[in-house]
């Protein structure tokens, strides 16, 4: 049986995801590439978590929002790239229907967490540069911990009813998603019902949580700008804006890639489908790789500590 009906739904028992349409014959070769990107994202991230965890200095708030935007990244990438690369190399196209759902919830509720931390790291660097001799006063480990919590359980409970709406909808007979992974509007276009509620509400979680840190995110850096733009010298200017280049390195590589996949899910009909899921992968692999380069490039005290180690290794 294909359908499974339970409380006047049904649901098909699983999805074919098809990876890359149109790239098909070349899928084995373009996994190589993204396998080496999902590699350099789980060694770095690991190893600035382990650099942040194991030195005493770095228990700051700008390192510890770090931490946890390295473990968001690690979440997300590892949510889609083993099972994407399964379908790659190995034809394993098939992915349980309860499965979908989870890896549908992982991906949206974590993207969530991940624009959150970033909006407030905008804040710390905010706190930092215009209240400098009151930034550890402020910005509290306890108040930290309350601002990553905070963030997770938006992130949580807006994607949780993404998941419940689905589930109570019947699917047509196709169950073939034109993806790499499982994301909502994928999902929802194999839907046979009325999907405006479930539209609306999509709608509502990317403006409320992208739209509102995007909000948070520009007058933070408005504010950082006018007290940057006011101080006596151009070497303290310089050193100002050097201290959040990492952070708007990271939300373009973020934002930018995410606004073109929404953009083209929503209205983009006539990009083509290779464009529009090579781009979806790379929203959620790009950041990933790159933050934790960014901020080890970036970080004297972070790549300071890198090569410590590597030295340490050496000499034994």
Not at 127 to 136: E, G, K, N, R
Request: glycine residues 6%; positive net charge.
């Amino acid at each position: 049986m294909m359908l499974t009906s339970r409380n006047s739904s049904s649901h098909p028992v699983s999805f074919i995801l098809l990876g890359i349409p149109g790239l098909e014959n070349s899928q084995f070769w373009v996994a190589f590439p993204f396998c080496a990107m999902y590699v350099v994202a789980l060694v770095g991230n690991i190893t600035l978590l382990h650099v942040i965890r194991t030195d005493p200095t770095l228990h700051e708030p700008m390192y510890l929002f770090l931490a946890m935007l390295a473990t968001t990244d690690l979440v997300l990438c590892t949510s889609t790239q083993p099972k994407m690369l399964a379908i790659f190399w190995f034809h394993d196209h098939e992915i349980e229907y309860h499965a979908c759902l989870i890896q549908l919830f992982f991906i949206h509720a974590f993207s969530s967490v991940e624009s959150g931390l970033l909006m407030a790291m905008a804040l710390d660097r905010h706190v930092a540069i215009c209240f400098p001799l009151h930034h550890s006063s402020i910005l509290t480990p306890s108040v930290v911990g309350k601002l990553g919590g905070g963030v997770m359980m938006r992130g949580l409970l807006w994607v949780s009813p993404f998941c419940f709406l689905v589930s109570r909808m019947p699917f047509c007979p196709s169950r073939i998603i034109p993806q790499s992974y499982c994301e909502h509007m994928a999902v929802l276009k194999l839907v046979c019902a009325d999907t405006r509620v479930n539209c609306a509400y999509g709608l509502f979680v990317a403006f409320s949580v992208v739209g509102f840190d995007i909000i948070v995110i520009s007058v933070s850096y408005v504010i950082i700008l006018r007290t940057v733009l006011g101080l006596p010298s151009g070497e303290a200017r310089l050193k100002a804006f050097g201290t959040c280049a990492s952070h708007i390195c990271v939300i373009l590589a973020l934002y930018i890639p995410a606004l073109f996949t929404f953009l083209t899910h929503r209205f983009g009909h006539h990009v083509p489908r290779v464009v529009h899921v090579m781009f979806a992968i790379l929203y959620l692999l790009v950041p990933p790789m790159f933050n934790p380069i960014i901020y080890g490039i970036r970080t004297k005290q972070i790549r300071d500590r890198v090569i410590q180690g590597c030295s340490r290794k050496d000499s034994q």
